[in-house]
Nanobody, 124 residues
Framework: QVQLVESGGGWVQAGGSLRLFCAASTRTCSRSLMGWFRQAPGEAREFVAAISRSSGTTYYADFVKGRFTISRDSAKNTLGLQMNKLKPEDTAVYYC?????????????????WGRGTQVTVSS
């Protein structure tokens, strides 16, 4: 079992920045992905970004390219998400996910473990 705990969410004005963190209780499979998803009220959970634990290859949703950066520290079992130029439509609960497959990195069902989420609110 892998436990994931997110932190770093909060409130920010449009154009501002936030950095999210995710700490895993144990090392995840080296061939798997870790990722971030988000879910706004009344909306489906959607893919934001993912990173290969071993190679560091990154994947992004089109709507965050150039604004968000995902990173990982495999030695410390942590995952980060630097979010810049935030928009009101980025408001959501952000979830950390682990043990995802490369072929299905956009699908939340491809990930085996989830954190409880951290709220990000961007005001206009």
């Amino acid at each position: 079992q892998v436990q994931l705990v997110e932190s770093g969410g909060g409130w920010v004005q449009a154009g501002g920045s936030l950095r999210l963190f995710c700490a895993a209780s144990t090392r995840t499979c080296s061939r798997s992905l870790m990722g971030w998803f988000r879910q706004a009220p009344g909306e489906a959970r959607e893919f934001v970004a993912a990173i290969s634990r071993s190679s560091g290859t990154t994947y992004y949703a089109d709507f965050v390219k150039g604004r968000f950066t995902i990173s990982r520290d495999s030695a410390k079992n942590t995952l980060g998400l630097q979010m810049n130029k935030l928009k009101p439509e980025d408001t959501a609960v952000y979830y950390c996910a682990a043990e995802g497959t490369q072929s299905g990195y956009r699908a939340y069902l491809s990930y085996s473990y989830w954190g409880r989420g951290t709220q990000v609110t961007v005001s206009s």
